[in-house]
């Protein structure tokens, strides 16, 4: 699952900055990256918005949509009760429907991930095995205001306990800060954390809390110094932040992915996390994917939606699209 | 299954209810032209859309003189609040019968409809409720106080955007006082008899706006007409030309809207990826049928070859197909002819040496299509980079300093439009500056807005469109009488009359005719 040998990383950052990753040498590589244009960027993300998915395509998408959903629970009152109830939904989304896909994973917080291993118990495993995953987030997340030994902690917890992909924030204040080499350190540092006993590696899924970093210019920096610093996904938010996805800063960070897969040939994923809560929104994304980075990024190792209440609002499309009429509220299950 | 593959979506015809044949509208009624009718047809599929009336010089001259009889009796002795209220309520009814007009647009014209949609009615209500602004309000138009109208105007548009092109057009004329005699393009007449339609569904007084459809003869005829006081022409510079020639000296105002081959000039820090979407907005907008399409890519060495890859990799998403399918991006050639001329001039340009490459879609069996192309290793010699191909074809040059930009930028004989595309502020404003180009956008293109004054330099024409700068095409000082405000109002007839005998006397090819009358 791990995109890359870790050896191979710090090797391979020193190589295409040309230095070490330090402040000066990452501010020289990230600074001198193109511009984003915002207008432009939204106009094309609006663009994109206007695709019309219909019938078959839009059968497709929906099903699609599930299989790449992290269903997601992270409150302060999260329960064992809380997590089952999660899983149960993950496995089996339409109580009316067995043949309706599971979703990716289940996304919780680090205590939570022993519940969640074994209430999924046989089917946890990898998406592409039609198993679900589970995610945890850590390093102090949301505000990734701790030590770095607290973020490693956290880390190595969930990973020991099962988790099979961590959700980590960057530190933001040294980001803009301009400390980007502490930046890039913490990320490697956790990379190295998600390593198992048996020398595999938990998927590493770099939250950038796109709507603390404010400008696209900073999001295409903060999106270049994960993936650099060894991120196997890149994320847009931690969803306690407002504005958490939206389409322009998606279709950025897919463009990232797509210009890094064209410099080194590696795929990196993209989650958008947060406020897409219907189906219509989940398909602009498909969309945006597709015509971004291709098809292919269209799995559960290459793209993710962080969300909780879009599940919803896609199985009353799905059984619309079935049935020919609206069920409602009352024919899908609260979990 | 690919996902890509969008299933289709196409924009029901169901809103349209077209009748089998138009007349001409003259006015405010439908009626049979004398000329011969021709067929208006699908260019996406050939297939027959209706049959339309062609005016003869006679059928013109019932147009002008209806449009000579409102103005004299009704529209400039209406306030200017009153003709503002007529242009809101046009404005409010393209609004409402928006998806009607996109879906006739994109039959007639072949254009995708998600640009009639999005792009072309909404501008056409923008226009009409821009103006309808000013109708009230000319004493503030930088002309003075009390500018006069011109009296009927005369007005040739061409096939590329057929709706929006009569709005920027009527709207101005209207708001100004003047009336109108318009000839839509013989290719594209559909959206204007709809537009008829609504106005006269908006009660506009009889003969203040004619619509008449034909092909070069009844634009050549109306422009000749003795009794028009203003011509406004949108097409080629060919065409352009020639109604210079005819009309210098007879008095008629002239605006001409003419040619382009605007250069789109990206520096080596432009937000990448942004210049890209820029570069294809630019020129594969509307099949590249714009007049201010940036048709020539200026695109700094140092950067030519990532740009040019990225370029081609965007330009293999873009969908070319059904113009009413939602998700189409490149719609169908306008017509034969057009497709002809695309041919010809990309075969000039393969012969010439440039570097051919076109995107990988498949083309419809029927109906007239052309990929989207882009021509490297374009040198400033090749008639590539330098003549209107008005076509999805792209030419692509290269420059190594911001002067040579500009160098290259302003070699042409047009000078329509430019584009700039850099990250650096400064340099946005210190290029423009040197451009002579009517319209430049920086790190945008193809964006309008009834505010702004469009028009321009050189071959590319004469007179400005839009915006208060636009109005002036339409009015004159209040203090340059032949015909002050005050005799118009009182004695309309009378000074326009004496007006045209001083035209007649000047130009004494034309006393048959009018004697005749």
Known sequence: MSRTALQTLPERAVELLGGEPDDTTLRRYLHGLAGVDAVGLEQRAAGLGTRSIKTTSKAWALDKIIELIDLTTLEGADTP???????????????????????AAVCVYGDMVPHAVAALGAAHGDPDDGLVSVAAVATAFPSGRASLEIKLADTADAVADGADEIDMVIDRGAFLAGRYGLVFD????????????????????????????????????????????????????TGKVQPAATLPTTLLMLEVVRDWHRATGEKIGVKPAGGIRTSKDAIKYLVTVAETVGEEWLQPHLFRYGASSLLNDVLLQRQKLRTGAYSGADYVTID | MSFLEYAPAPESRAILNLRDAYGLFIDGEFVDGTGESFATISPADET?????????????DRAVAAARRAYDKTWSKMSGRDRGKYLFRIARLVQERARELAVAESLDNGKPIKESRDVDVPLVAAWFFYYAGWADKLDYAGLGADPRALGVAGQVIPWNFPLLMLAWKIAPALAAGNTVVIKPAETTPLSALVFAEILQQADLPPGVVNIVTGAGATGAALVAHPDVDKVAFTGSTGVGRAIAKETAGSGKKLTL???????????????????IEGIVNGIFFNQGHVCCAGSRLLVQENVHDEVIARLKDRLSTLRLGDPLDKNTDIGAINSREQLDRIRALSKIGEEEGAERWTADCVIPENGFWFAPTIFTNVQASHRIAREEIFGPVL??????????????????????????????????????????????????????????????YKESGYGREGGRHGLAAYLAPGSSAPRSRQTALTAGATASASARATRSAKKPALSKKEAKR
């Open chain 1, 81 to 103: 009760g809380k997590v089952r109830s999660l899983v149960a939904k993950a496995l089996n989304p339409d109580a009316a429907d067995p043949t309706c896909p599971r979703v």
């Open chain 1, 186 to 237: 913490q990320i490697a540092r956790v990379k190295q954390a998600c390593r198992r006993a048996d020398g595999s590696y938990a998927s590493l899924k770099v939250i950038l809390e796109t709507g603390e970093l404010t400008t696209y210019d900073n999001i295409k920096r903060a999106s270049w110094l994960s993936i650099l610093a060894g991120g196997d996904f890149i994320k847009t938010s």
């Open chain 2, 48 to 60: 027959h859309i209706a049959t339309i009336s062609s005016a003869s010089e006679a059928d013109v």
């Open chain 2, 257 to 275: 809207e003419l040619g382009g081959k605007a250069a789109n000039i990206v520096f080596d820090d432009a937000p990448i990826d942004q210049a």
């Open chain 2, 395 to 456: 030419s692509v040059l290269t420059f190594r300093t911001p002067a040579e930009a500009i160098a290259k930028a302003n070699n042409t004989p047009y000078g329509l439009s430019a584009g700039i595309w850099t990250d650096k502020g400064s340099r946005i404003l210190a290029v423009a500056d040197r451009l002579r180009a009517g319209v430049i956008w920086a790190n945008t293109f193809n964006r309008f807005d009834p505010s702004s004054p469009f028009g321009g």
